[in-house]
T-cell receptor
Framework: GAVVSQHPSRVICKSGTSVKIECRSL??????MFWYRQFPKQSLMLMAT?????????EQGVEKDKFLINHASLTLSTLTVTSAHPEDSSFYICSARDRTGITYGYTFGSGTRLTVV | EDKVVQSPLSLVVHEGDTVTLNCSYEVTNFRSLLWYKQEKKAPTFLFMLTSSGIEKKSGRLSSILDKKELFSILNITATQTGDSAVYLCAVTNNSGGSNYKLTFGKGTLLTVNP
C-alpha cells in the first residue's frame, strides 16, 4: 500500500534556528502534499497545500515566510520552520495525495514532534 | 468555512462494551466524510463515506452517513484495549480544484479498560 516516510520523528532545537522536516512518498507519486500542525488535545490544523512544481497555498493565519514548503519532486516535500520559537513547538504531520486517489487520496506520514527550547 | 464537531470528546469504557462516536459537519459543497484512528503518530484510514444510508463495515467497526442531518456515526462493537485511540472525523468539499483538502474535527479520545 501507499507509504509516506516522514523524518525526523522528533527534533529539539534552539530558539532562532531553522528546522527542516521531510516527507517522502515511497511507492507512489505524491502530486499533492498537505502539511498539518496538531497541538495537544487539538485537531489537525491544515497549514498549507502544495502541488509538485508550484508554490504552496497557505491557510489563513499561517506565515508563509516562516513555514517554507518545497515540493520540488513527485516524491519529496519539505517543511522548513525558520527562526523557530517556543510557540512553534507542536506535532507536524504531512499527508500525501496521489493522482489516482487509490488510497482515498490521503496517506499520512508518521509525524514530527518539534520542541523549541 | 467548513466545520466538523465530534462528540463526545473523550470516552472511557470497559472491554466488550459497544461505543458510538458522533460527527456532525457543516460543509459547503460536500464531497466526502472520512474516519481515521490516531494512536501515537499518524492517523490510519478507517472509512470514507459519500452516500447517505450505506453502512461501511470492517470487522467490529462500522460507520454510516446521514447527509440530510449532516452527521455520521462510528460504531465499535466488543471493544478491545487495542481500540484505545483518538478517532478523527474529517470532511472534504468539492471546492479548491482537485486538492480536496481535509477539515478535521477535534477527535474523540477513546479509552478501553481491561
Amino acid at each position: 500500500g501507499a507509504v509516506v516516510s516522514q523524518h525526523p520523528s522528533r527534533v529539539i532545537c534552539k530558539s532562532g534556528t531553522s528546522v527542516k522536516i521531510e516527507c517522502r512518498s515511497l511507492d507512489f507519486q505524491a502530486t499533492t502534499m498537505f502539511w498539518y500542525r496538531q497541538f495537544p488535545k487539538q485537531s489537525l490544523m491544515l497549514m498549507a497545500t502544495s502541488n509538485e512544481g508550484s508554490k504552496a497555498t497557505y491557510e489563513q493565519g499561517v506565515e508563509k515566510d516562516k513555514f517554507l514548503i518545497n515540493h520540488a519532486s513527485l516524491t519529496l516535500s519539505t517543511l522548513t520552520v525558520t527562526s523557530a520559537h517556543p510557540e512553534d513547538s507542536s506535532f507536524y504531520i504531512c499527508s500525501a495525495r496521489d493522482r489516482t486517489g487509490i488510497t482515498y487520496g490521503y496517506t499520512f506520514g508518521s509525524g514530527t514532534r518539534l520542541t523549541v527550547v | 468555512e467548513d466545520k466538523v464537531v465530534q462528540s463526545p470528546l473523550s470516552l472511557v469504557v470497559h472491554e466488550g462494551d459497544t461505543v458510538t462516536l458522533n460527527c456532525s459537519y457543516e460543509v459547503t459543497n460536500f464531497r466526502s466524510l472520512l474516519w481515521y484512528k490516531q494512536e501515537k503518530k499518524a492517523p490510519t484510514f478507517l472509512f470514507m463515506l459519500t452516500s447517505s444510508g450505506i453502512e461501511k463495515k470492517s470487522g467490529r467497526l462500522s460507520s454510516i452517513l446521514d447527509k440530510k442531518e449532516l452527521f455520521s456515526i462510528l460504531n465499535i462493537t466488543a471493544t478491545q484495549t487495542g481500540d484505545s485511540a483518538v478517532y478523527l472525523c474529517a470532511v472534504t468539499n468539492n471546492s479548491g480544484g482537485s486538492n480536496y483538502k481535509l477539515t478535521f474535527g477535534k477527535g474523540t479520545l477513546l479509552t478501553v479498560n481491561p
